[in-house]
């Protein structure tokens, strides 16, 4: 069982930065690729970011290219987001997902086992 715990979201004027983090409960981190997700109000979930096991490989958004960064720390069982120039159309509620079975990365919410509650990002105009 992986349990996470997703933090750093807030309120930011856009242009501005945020860093969300992901604290992850497994006793084999450096197994599971990882993703991060977001869900505006009235909107499906979004794949935003995904990262492979060891953090070699990455996969992002098109609107996100160039603005967020997924890296992980297989140390401190931790994955973050480092989300700059952020716009009014990120806001969302973003969310930390962890893979155990798969290989490479993973877009697909059915790709991924565990979540966590998500934190909330608000872009102001």
């Known amino acids: 069982q992986v349990q996470l715990v997703e933090s750093g979201g807030g309120l930011v004027q856009a242009g501005g930065s945020l860093k969300l983090s992901c604290a992850a409960s497994?006793?084999?981190?450096?197994?599971?690729?990882m993703g991060w997700f977001r869900q505006a109000a009235g909107k499906e979930h979004e794949f935003v970011a995904a990262i492979s096991r060891m953090g070699r490989n990455t996969d992002y958004v098109d609107s996100v290219k160039g603005r967020f960064t997924i890296s992980r720390d297989n140390i401190k069982n931790m994955v973050y987001l480092q989300m700059n120039s952020l716009k009014p159309e990120d806001t969302a509620v973003y969310y930390c997902?962890?893979?155990?079975?798969?290989?490479?990365?993973?877009?697909?919410?059915?790709?991924?086992?565990?979540w966590g509650q998500g934190t909330q990002v608000t872009v102001s105009s």
């Open positions: 997902a962890a893979d155990s079975r798969g290989n490479g990365l993973g877009r697909k919410q059915s790709e991924y086992d565990y």
């Open positions: 497994a006793r084999t981190f450096s197994t599971l690729r």
